[in-house]
């Protein structure tokens, strides 16, 4: 539908019901992106050996692979791109003024880095949900296993 009113020259100012209709279907196809990945890793989580592993191996499995590179890009991406983007974007600069020490910036950002992670906001939200729903894993792999519940 999207592909056909663009190349079929439609003006969405003559017909703005039908504008509103082809930017609901782009936004409902776009939202399942999310859902999707988090029904392949819960697919792919269903490997875990959690009879054999434990919460603790798989908490710091998921530490090393999400936690420590979340730590590592706030230093590494995120703080070099909050400092040199204060002079386009207002929300990158510490207590609304630019600052040109970069140390100094730091300083002045890490104790509200968690209002200005932009994209990186997804690795602690993974870590928090995939911790929280360990029981339901461990539940999961027991049951397809076949394994009694006692």
């Given at each position: ?6 190349a079929s ?28 990945f988090?029904?392949?890793?819960g ?60 140390w ?20 602690p ?7 929280i ?10 049951r ?7």
């Amino acid at each position: 539908m999207c592909n056909s009113a663009d190349a079929s020259g439609f003006d969405p100012d003559a017909s703005p019901s039908v504008q509103q209709k082809k930017d609901g279907i782009v936004k409902s196809l776009v939202q399942i992106g999310i859902p999707m990945f988090f029904y392949i890793s819960g697919m792919a989580s269903t490997f875990y050996n959690t009879e054999g592993k434990g919460f603790g191996l798989f908490l710091g499995d998921k530490t090393l692979r999400l936690i420590v590179p979340f730590v590592l890009a706030i230093f590494i991406f995120l703080m070099p791109r909050l400092y040199l983007g204060q002079a386009y974007e207002d929300w990158c600069r510490p207590n609304d003024e630019t600052e040109n020490d970069y140390w100094t910036f730091q300083e002045k950002t890490l104790p509200v880095i968690h209002n200005k992670l932009s994209w990186l906001w997804y690795l602690p939200a993974l870590f928090i949900d995939l911790v929280i729903t360990y029981p339901l894993l461990a539940w999961t792999v027991r049951r397809s296993r076949k394994i009694p519940f006692n």
